[in-house]
């Protein structure tokens, strides 16, 4: 027994070696599972995914700032995710679907909205946006369609409050999202509508959505396989599921909680979870979501279908 503690205990630290190495001090590895065992091994207790009170406050207490932080002022960052996931549905539509649009789609922990610009327009029904902190959703809420010949914020849309949107009688804007919610991705069910914004979708579909992107978004959770199922569940045949994850440069695991509060995980175990949901691999392209600390961030972009 001692000789296998060992045996563990040298892996462990083997991993976070490796890992300290490409990645800052602050995001050495607490947790790991192994790819070869259902269990983890743990140097501190921790749960599989961020709790979600923790994601709540701190979006909350974060929303006002959130965009001027990742795209207005800290250039140096290259936050890219939301683009990222909105530039591969349109490769999707341009290779793949014969220039189809998608029917529908779910913004999947859509925060401020940063990746509707990029969706509206590949969208030909609803564009539906969901998010655990209500902060952030009520300013994905407050987007209209930006139909002027320069955009008012390069690369995102503008701002309305509903009094002044409603003002404008019947040149009112449109609504960039037709519908925004709140709600914990692992329960769309029990969705909650936000409204006094004037969108016409006020019951959250959990079901047959074409297309569901998560930028950005899956980094707070660690095991895959449940929000990978409530994904197929939600999409319908012939649907595509677009997300972005961060992964590690090497190591033997299937995910690993960082001391940044973030998880990554390994592109093949994403794989693993994803077939047993039901889900056929398209691709898992290597891309870089953001710098942190001078250093680029290693991630991946993954594209699954629903055959």
Same mark, same amino acid.
């Given at each position: 027994?001692?000789?296998?503690?060992?045996?563990?205990?040298?892996? !462990?630290?083997?991993?976070?070696?490796?890992? +300290?190495?490409? +990645?800052?001090?602050?995001? /050495?590895?607490?947790?790991?599972?192994?790819? +070869?065992?259902?269990?983890?091994?743990?140097?501190?207790?921790?749960?599989?995914? =961020?709790?979600?009170?923790? /994601?709540?406050?701190?979006?909350? #207490?974060?929303?006002?700032?959130?965009?001027?932080?990742?795209?207005?002022?800290?250039?140096?960052?290259?936050?890219?995710?939301?683009?990222?996931?909105?530039?591969?549905?349109?490769?999707?539509?341009?290779?793949?679907?014969? &220039?189809? $649009?998608?029917?529908?789609? $779910?913004?999947? &922990?859509?925060? =401020?909205?940063? !990746? &509707?610009?990029?969706?509206?327009?590949?969208?030909?029904? #609803?564009?539906? &946006?969901?998010?655990?902190? *209500?902060?952030?959703?009520?300013?994905? !809420?407050?987007?209209?369609?930006?139909?002027?010949?320069?955009?008012?914020?390069?690369?995102?849309?503008?701002?309305?409050?509903?009094?002044?949107?409603?003002?404008?009688?019947?040149? !009112?804007?449109?609504?960039?999202?037709? %519908?925004?919610?709140?709600?914990?991705?692992?329960?769309?069910?029990?969705?909650?509508?936000?409204? %006094?914004?004037?969108?016409?979708?006020?019951?959250?579909?959990?079901?047959?959505?074409?297309?569901?992107?998560?930028?950005?978004? $899956?980094?707070?959770?660690?095991?895959?396989?449940?929000?990978?199922?409530?994904?197929?569940?939600?999409?319908?045949? %012939?649907?595509?599921?677009?997300?972005?994850?961060?992964?590690?440069?090497?190591?033997?695991?299937?995910?690993?909680?960082?001391?940044?509060?973030?998880?990554?995980? #390994? *592109?093949?175990?994403?794989?693993?979870?994803?077939?047993?949901?039901?889900?056929? @691999?398209?691709?898992?392209?290597?891309?870089?979501?953001?710098?942190?600390? %001078?250093? @680029?961030?290693?991630?991946?972009? +993954?594209?699954?279908?629903?055959?």
């Amino acid at each position: 027994m001692a000789l296998i503690f060992s045996i563990l205990f040298i892996t !462990a630290q083997s991993l976070i070696s490796q890992t +300290h190495a490409f +990645h800052t001090s602050s995001e /050495v590895p607490l947790t790991l599972q192994t790819r +070869h065992s259902a269990s983890t091994t743990s140097l501190a207790t921790v749960a599989s995914r =961020t709790a979600p009170s923790v /994601v709540v406050d701190k979006f909350d #207490s974060y929303a006002s700032n959130f965009e001027s932080h990742l795209v207005d002022i800290v250039d140096n960052l290259k936050y890219c995710a939301p683009q990222s996931v909105a530039s591969a549905a349109s490769e999707r539509i341009t290779n793949d679907r014969n &220039g189809k $649009l998608y029917s529908s789609s $779910l913004d999947a &922990g859509c925060g =401020t909205g940063l !990746a &509707g610009p990029g969706l509206r327009q590949l969208v030909s029904g #609803s564009l539906i &946006g969901v998010d655990l902190s *209500p902060k952030m959703a009520e300013l994905a !809420a407050e987007l209209v369609i930006d139909d002027g010949p320069i955009p008012m914020v390069e690369n995102r849309m503008r701002r309305c409050a509903e009094t002044a949107r409603t003002a404008f009688g019947s040149d !009112a804007p449109n609504r960039l999202y037709d %519908g925004v919610f709140t709600a914990d991705l692992l329960n769309l069910s029990g969705a909650n509508f936000l409204d %006094g914004f004037g969108h016409k979708v006020q019951k959250i579909p959990t079901e047959h959505y074409d297309l569901i992107v998560s930028a950005d978004v $899956l980094v707070y959770f660690g095991a895959m396989d449940d929000i990978l199922k409530v994904f197929s569940d939600a999409l319908a045949v %012939g649907g595509d599921v677009i997300f972005t994850t961060e992964t590690m440069k090497c190591g033997d695991y299937n995910w690993v909680e960082t001391s940044s509060g973030r998880y990554a995980q #390994s *592109p093949d175990y994403v794989a693993r979870m994803a077939s047993e949901a039901g889900l056929t @691999k398209v691709s898992q392209e290597a891309f870089t979501p953001r710098n942190e600390s %001078g250093e @680029k961030v290693l991630g991946t972009l +993954h594209i699954f279908t629903k055959e």
